[in-house]
């Protein structure tokens, strides 16, 4: 599998997941378990489509394994989203949504914060919401 980081990513995350090939392709939605193995080999693109059932059934992170497959498969499309919206892990994404909770809370506007406030109030956000 050398070169094939999906096909390895897929192959781990089988084995940590202490599931079968065909009860992960039957949560995934393909009906024969040989597709995960085309996935691992490299003879099957892992479609971007899947990610989501693929990540939800190997219990791994959504953003990590769809970052991975536009990293091997579509490097150009990734670097776009780079750019303009960062993908976010499910931590990443709970700090975020933290922040906008306690943000509409308390009808804080960043640009009249000072420095020093925005370091406390990220604390204090740690503190309550982590």
């Known amino acids: ?3 094939n980081k999906i096909g390895s990513f897929i192959e781990a995350a089988i084995i ?3 599931k079968t090939q065909a009860l992960i392709a039957k ?3 393909y009906e024969k ?3 995960l193995s085309m996935i691992k080999s490299g003879k099957l693109l892992l479609p971007v489509d899947k990610v989501p059932a ?16 536009l990293e091997e498969r579509y490097p150009s499309l990734l670097e776009i989203f780079k ?3 960062e993908i976010l892990t499910e931590d990443e994404a709970k700090v975020l949504k ?4 306690a943000k509409s809370e308390e009808s804080l506007d ?7 406030d925005m370091s406390k109030f990220f604390q204090d956000l740690a503190n309550k919401y982590i």
Do not use: C
Request: aromatic letters at 4%; hydrophobic letters at 45%; a positive charge.
């Open 1 to 3: 599998m050398k070169g």
């Open 16 to 18: 940590v997941s202490g």
């Open 27 to 29: 949560e995934v939605g």
């Open 33 to 35: 378990a040989n597709n």
């Open 54 to 69: 693929f990540a939800k059934a190997l219990g791994v992170d959504e953003a990590n394994l769809l970052t991975l497959v």
């Open 83 to 85: 750019r303009h919206a």
């Open 98 to 101: 933290a922040y906008r909770k």
């Open 110 to 116: 960043p640009d009249n914060i000072r420095h020093a």
